[in-house]
């Protein structure tokens, strides 16, 4: 799906239903950093056939969506806030790493833009290993290879992609690697910076749904817990043992699953 925002083109991926002629709640799908809509694969089409409108949208500069790239979750989130008004309703937004922080943020402050949040991946702070951003800043493949082995629990390493053939840690690499120069980097900055979750948190009057990775090595389940313990709305907290930081990719039935609970309450 192609469309226009802010004068600027946007890319996202519908699961293949057309939006044309439906009237069903629209599920967007954030992606985290230097990655894109495809993440999201096993879930998309699930929730298009599934009482929803699904985009999983490429952010600026990610994907094929034109740029520049936003440099701070607080300005991801504001680009999520123009998005709802062009389609002219609240969405229910799904966010992993630092689509979780934009997810987050957005739902704190503009809540009027959003039905439901949920977040995977996501931690109070995200500070960078300094090898990483240094590598990222440097559009260095060693980037890649860090979030690849980080990203992904101990059997994830062994295999497991649902798509027979497919290697999961390969396809992960692979498409970090893909993503315009500079990205990355712009990404993890945005995610080490971003101060901003607690209070985004205290602010949320929407349903939250918690989907974290037990074995996750980039955001430890134990730095999502000040969030889980400030948010006072509707909230439930999943617990996925043996995954990684990469749960859509990692877990995608239960993922997919839980969202659909989640969103249909």
Not at 101 to 106: D, E, F, P, Q, S
Request: charge should be negative; include cysteine.
């Amino acid at each position: 799906m192609l469309f226009s925002l802010n004068k600027k083109q946007v890319h996202g991926a519908t699961g293949a239903v057309s939006f044309e002629g439906r009237s069903e709640p629209i599920v967007v799908l954030i992606h985290g950093a230097g990655m894109d809509r495809s993440v999201w694969s096993q879930q998309t089409r699930f929730l298009a056939h599934h009482g929803f409108r699904a985009l999983a949208v490429d952010l600026p500069e990610h994907g094929h969506s034109e740029g520049p790239a936003l440099e701070s979750v607080a300005e991801l989130a504001k680009w999520i806030v123009d998005l709802a008004d062009y389609f002219g309703e609240s969405l229910h937004l799904v966010g992993h790493s630092m689509g979780a922080l934009v997810a987050l943020h957005t739902a704190g402050y503009h809540k009027n833009s959003v039905s439901s949040v949920s977040l995977l991946g996501v931690g109070a702070s995200m500070p960078v290993h300094p090898e990483l951003q240094e590598a990222a800043d440097a559009n260095d493949v060693k980037a890649a290879q860090l979030i690849t082995s980080w990203g992904h629990s101990t059997r994830h390493h062994l295999g497991n992609n649902p798509t027979p053939g497919l290697s999961m840690t390969g396809g992960t690499q692979a498409l970090i690697e893909s993503a315009s120069s500079g990205v990355l980097g712009i990404d993890l900055m945005a995610c080490a910076t971003y101060d901003g979750a607690l209070g985004s948190a205290e602010q949320i009057e929407c349903p939250i749904l918690f989907l974290l990775g037990a074995e996750d090595k980039m955001t430890p389940r134990k730095t999502a817990q000040p969030l889980i313990d400030t948010v006072s709305s509707s909230k439930s907290v999943i617990d996925l043992p043996e995954t990684g930081h990469m749960v859509m990719i990692e877990e995608p039935d239960r993922v997919r699953q839980e969202l659909l609970t989640h969103m249909s309450n």
